[in-house]
T-cell receptor, first 116, second 115 residues
């Protein structure tokens, strides 16, 4: 069964628009971590943000912000005032303590296209 | 700080041939991962090492894939014999230790095409 679902396959926006990426996860563990990674055309996955299951406080880091809601098992990610350099595939990932600790389970990814 | 190094970057082989990929993790990182990323999908963990011991290889097709991490540093992933469905990008990642908290640092990947 898919542990992490990213329903949006592709999102296209014009520069300076906000982009929100959806992520829904499934776990029976009470301790887990959620991540967002970015994969630009070069192919190298880049870590963006991390959240643990005990901290639902939503935060903002620069142009990135996230909304973690355990009640709906969602971990959405927003890029504010998008730029062309934000064009990439974004992956949501889950790490569960009950499964191989440290193993990342990725969603299928959302392609973000930002045009000037 | 040098990142995760992988080689080769690209490889084209015919089915039933063998191929090997090499990974050098970030210095001091105890945990090393190999992921397979098929086009249009998220990466899938193949094998996870803690130093030179295997932590998880439950999704490694052991009839054709093998991996080792001698001396707990570099690692090689081998496919023998390759099948068409092995065409993918093979990503190596490392982290300080085996922990759900630690972020993983990824290499540029090796793009394998099996004809």
């Amino acid at each position: 069964a898919q542990k992490v679902t990213q329903a949006q396959t592709e999102i296209s926006v014009v520069e300076k628009e906000d982009v929100t990426l959806d992520c829904v996860y499934e776990t029976r563990d009470t301790t887990y971590y959620l991540f967002w990674y970015k994969q630009p055309p070069s192919g190298e996955l880049v870590f963006l943000i991390r959240r643990n299951s005990f901290d639902e406080q939503n935060e903002i880091s620069g142009r990135y912000s996230w909304n973690f809601q355990k009640s709906t098992s969602s971990f959405n990610f927003t890029i504010t005032a998008s730029q062309v350099v934000d064009s990439a595939v974004y992956f949501c990932a889950l790490s569960e303590v009950g499964v191989s600790w440290g193993k990342l389970q990725f969603g299928a990814g959302t392609q973000v296209v930002v045009t000037p | 700080e040098a990142g995760v190094a992988q080689s080769p970057r690209y490889k084209i082989i015919e089915k039933r041939q063998s191929v090997a990929f090499w990974c050098n993790p970030i210095s001091g990182h105890a945990t090393l991962y190999w992921y397979q990323q098929i086009l249009g999908q998220g990466p899938k963990l193949l094998i996870q090492f803690q130093n030179n011991g295997v932590v998880d290889d439950s999704q490694l097709p052991k009839d054709r894939f093998s991996a080792e991490r001698l001396k707990g540093v570099d690692s090689t992933l081998k496919i023998q014999p390759a099948k068409l469905e092995d065409s993918a990008v093979y990503l190596c990642a490392s982290s300080l230790e085996t922990s759900g908290y630690n972020e993983q640092f990824f290499g540029p990947g090796t793009r394998l095409t099996v004809l």
